[in-house]
C-alpha cells in the first residue's frame, strides 16, 4: 500500500465482501412467490421497474455512497440534507423495518421450508424454531466484521448455488414434462397489475445503500461502492428474473402462492431425481430427488438468514451513529472497542424480532400466509417511508456540498440528478399508498374492477383490518423516534458543531465535533 492510500481499518470490508453483502441485501428469497404468483405479467412489471426504478436507486447511491463514505450512510446523507431530528426519526423507520421483517415474513418463511422439506413442528416446536433462526442471526451480527464478513459470503454463495441447480433442474424437468402454455397475452402489463406488484417487486430490488451503512469498515468505500453496485446489481437482476420465469413455467398458475411458490416449484422439479407428481397435484419426493431437495431447502433457509442479517449489519450500524450523534441516547450508540458492533442496538434488535416472531405465531391463528402479508407489507412500507428522504437527500447534497469530491457521478447534469431523484422517490410513494391501500385506482380511468379484490391473501373483506395492520405501526414508528430523539436531548447538549471540514482518512466531508 503506498503512502497515498487511505488508512483502512482492521478487517477492513473489501470489494468482493461488500458485493456479497449486496447479493444478500437484495435477492430476497422470501418474496419470489410474491411475484411469481401474478403470472408473466410479474415478469413484465419487474423488467420495467428495473429500468424505472432500480438502475436510477443504483445510480443514485453509488454517487452518494462514494462522495460521503461515512459509517452510518443514510443517516449521515439524511442528516446533512434535512437537519438531525429529521434524519433520527427516518432512521428509526429505517431501522425498526429490519427486525420486523427478520421476526415476520423471513422467520415464517424458514419455518414454513422447514415443515415442507424436513419435518412438522407442533406446538411449542414452532417457537423454538423461530428462537433458533433469531438467535442464529442475532449471533452472526453481534460478530466482528471479521467473522461477520464470512456469513454474508455464504449466503451469496447460497444463493447463487440455490438458483443455479434450480434452473438446471429446471431444464431436466422441462425436457421430460414439458412447460405450463403461456401465451403473449399473459405476458400484457395492466394497472392493476402495477398496483398488486410495484410495492414487492420495489421490496425486491431495495438494498443498494447497506454496504454504505458500513462503510466505516469499508477499506476504500470510494472506489468500492460504485464497482460493488454494478456487479451486484446485475447479477441480483438475474438472480431473480430466472427463478421467478423457471416457477412460471413448471406451476399452473392457480398453484403459485405468495408465501409458498417457490418452495413448491423447488418441490416439482426436483421430482426429476426421484419422485412423481400426483393427479391432484400433490408432489412425493423419494430417493436422491427427496436428499437433494433437503439440501435444497437447507440452503434457502440459510439465504432468508443471510438475507436479515445483511440488512442488520447495515441498519443497525446506521441506527448506532444515529445516537452517538445525539438523534437517540448515547447509550444506544455504543460499538464495541473489541468487535467494532453497535452491541446494544444488536440486543434491541434481536429482542423486537423476538417479539415480532412469538405475536406472528400467536395472533396468525394458524393463517401463516395471513401474518406473512402484513409483516411483509408492514417491513415494506417501513423501508419505502424511510427511502422517501434518503433519496430526496442526493438532490439536495447536489446544491448544498457541490465542491465534495465524487468519484462518480451521475451523468447528464442537472437533468440526470433531478430524473433519477422524481424516478425513484416517485417509485416509493407510489409503493407506499398502494400498500396502505391495495386496489388504489382500480375502477378509475376506464380501469375495471373492484378495489376490495386486491386486499391481501388473508385479509379478504377486511380492509379496515388490514390498513390498521400497517398504520397503527407507522404511527408507533413516529412516536418512538421523537422517545429516542427526548432521550438524546442530554447527550447533544455536550456536542459542539462545527463546519464541514475535510475528512484526511476519506477525502470526503463529515461534521466533526
Same mark, same amino acid.
Given at each position: 500500500m503506498s503512502s497515498a492510500d487511505p488508512p483502512q481499518p482492521p478487517f477492513a470490508l473489501r470489494r468482493f465482501d461488500a458485493m456479497a453483502m449486496l447479493l444478500c441485501a437484495i435477492v430476497g428469497l422470501d418474496t419470489l412467490g410474491s411475484v411469481a404468483a401474478h403470472g408473466p405479467e410479474g415478469l413484465v412489471w419487474m423488467a420495467v421497474l428495473g429500468?424505472?426504478?432500480?438502475?436510477?436507486?443504483?445510480?443514485?447511491? @453509488?454517487?452518494?455512497?462514494?462522495?460521503?463514505?461515512?459509517?452510518?450512510?443514510?443517516?449521515?446523507?439524511?442528516?446533512? #440534507?434535512?437537519?438531525?431530528?429529521?434524519?433520527?426519526?427516518?432512521?428509526v423507520f429505517y431501522w425498526i423495518s429490519n427486525p420486523v421483517?427478520?421476526?415476520?415474513?423471513?422467520?415464517?418463511?424458514?419455518?414454513?421450508?422447514?415443515? +415442507?422439506?424436513?419435518?412438522?413442528?407442533p406446538g411449542g416446536w414452532k417457537y423454538l424454531a423461530g428462537a433458533v433462526f433469531i438467535g442464529a442471526a442475532g449471533l452472526t451480527v453481534?460478530?466482528?466484521?471479521?467473522?461477520?464478513?464470512?456469513?454474508?459470503?455464504?449466503? #451469496?454463495?447460497?444463493?447463487?448455488?440455490?438458483?443455479?441447480?434450480?434452473?438446471v433442474s429446471l431444464v431436466l424437468y422441462a425436457m421430460r414434462h414439458g412447460v405450463q402454455p403461456l401465451s403473449v397475452g399473459d405476458y400484457t402489463p395492466t394497472y392493476v397489475g402495477l398496483v398488486a406488484l410495484a410495492p414487492v417487486i420495489a421490496f425486491n430490488y431495495m438494498g443498494f445503500e447497506v454496504p454504505s451503512a458500513a462503510a466505516g469498515e469499508m477499506a476504500d468505500p470510494k472506489r468500492d461502492v460504485p464497482a460493488?453496485?454494478?456487479?451486484?446489481?446485475?447479477?441480483?437482476?438475474?438472480?431473480?428474473?430466472?427463478?421467478?420465469?423457471?416457477?412460471?413455467?413448471?406451476?399452473?398458475?392457480?398453484?403459485?402462492?405468495?408465501?409458498?411458490?417457490?418452495?413448491? #416449484?423447488?418441490?416439482?422439479?426436483?421430482?426429476?431425481?426421484?419422485?412423481?407428481?400426483?393427479?391432484?397435484?400433490?408432489?412425493?419426493?423419494?430417493g436422491a430427488g427427496s436428499v437433494l431437495a433437503m439440501v435444497a431447502a437447507a440452503?434457502?433457509?440459510?439465504?432468508?438468514?443471510?438475507?436479515?442479517?445483511?440488512?442488520?449489519m447495515g441498519v443497525s450500524r446506521a441506527q448506532a451513529v444515529a445516537c452517538a450523534d445525539g438523534a437517540g441516547p448515547r447509550w444506544l450508540g455504543t460499538v464495541s472497542a473489541r468487535r467494532g458492533t453497535p452491541t446494544r442496538v444488536n440486543l434491541v434488535s434481536t429482542a423486537i424480532a423476538a417479539l415480532v416472531m412469538v405475536a406472528s405465531l400467536a395472533l396468525s391463528g394458524g393463517d401463516a400466509q395471513k401474518y406473512f402479508t402484513a409483516g411483509i407489507g408492514l417491513a415494506i412500507? #417501513?423501508?419505502?417511508? +424511510?427511502?422517501?428522504?434518503?433519496? +430526496?437527500?442526493?438532490?439536495?447534497?447536489?446544491?448544498?456540498?457541490?465542491?465534495?469530491?465524487?468519484?462518480?457521478?451521475?451523468?447528464?447534469?442537472?437533468?440526470?440528478?433531478?430524473?433519477?431523484?422524481?424516478?425513484?422517490?416517485?417509485?416509493?410513494?407510489?409503493?407506499?399508498?398502494?400498500?396502505?391501500?391495495?386496489?388504489?385506482?382500480?375502477?378509475w380511468f376506464g380501469t375495471s374492477g373492484d378495489p376490495a379484490d386486491y386486499l391481501p391473501t388473508g385479509?379478504?373483506?377486511?380492509?379496515? @383490518?388490514?390498513?390498521? +395492520?400497517?398504520?397503527v405501526p407507522v404511527a408507533l414508528i413516529v412516536s418512538l423516534g421523537c422517545l429516542l430523539h427526548a432521550l438524546g436531548a442530554r447527550h447533544r447538549r455536550t456536542i459542539t458543531s462545527t463546519p464541514l471540514t475535510a475528512h484526511p482518512d476519506r477525502g470526503a466531508f463529515v461534521e466533526t465535533h
Open positions: 429500468l424505472l426504478y432500480f438502475a436510477p436507486y443504483g445510480l443514485l447511491i @453509488a454517487e452518494l455512497g462514494s462522495a460521503f463514505p461515512q459509517e452510518g450512510g443514510p443517516y449521515v446523507w439524511t442528516k446533512l #440534507a434535512f437537519g438531525r431530528f429529521t434524519a433520527g426519526i427516518n432512521q421483517w427478520l421476526g415476520g415474513a423471513l422467520c415464517v418463511t424458514a419455518i414454513t421450508t422447514f415443515e +415442507s422439506f424436513f419435518l412438522p413442528l453481534h460478530a466482528s466484521v471479521r467473522y461477520g464478513r464470512w456469513v454474508t459470503i455464504a449466503g #451469496a454463495v447460497a444463493r447463487i448455488v440455490l438458483l443455479g441447480f434450480f434452473v460493488a453496485l454494478l456487479r451486484g446489481g446485475l447479477l441480483s437482476a438475474l438472480l431473480y428474473g430466472v427463478p421467478i420465469f423457471g416457477t412460471l413455467l413448471v406451476l399452473p398458475g392457480d398453484q403459485v402462492g405468495s408465501l409458498t411458490g417457490f418452495i413448491d #416449484a423447488c418441490r416439482a422439479v426436483f421430482t426429476v431425481y426421484g419422485g412423481h407428481i400426483g393427479a391432484d397435484g400433490t408432489v412425493v419426493l423419494t440452503g434457502l433457509i440459510i439465504g432468508l438468514l443471510t438475507s436479515g442479517t445483511a440488512w442488520a412500507s #417501513a423501508t419505502a417511508i +424511510s427511502y422517501l428522504l434518503t433519496f +430526496s437527500s442526493f438532490i439536495v447534497l447536489r446544491r448544498k456540498y457541490p465542491d465534495v469530491s465524487r468519484p462518480y457521478r451521475i451523468p447528464g447534469g442537472r437533468v440526470g440528478a433531478w430524473t433519477v431523484t422524481v424516478l425513484t422517490v416517485g417509485t416509493m410513494l407510489f409503493a407506499v399508498v398502494a400498500l396502505i391501500w391495495p386496489g388504489l385506482g382500480v375502477g385479509f379478504e373483506g377486511q380492509r379496515a @383490518a388490514y390498513t390498521a +395492520s400497517q398504520l
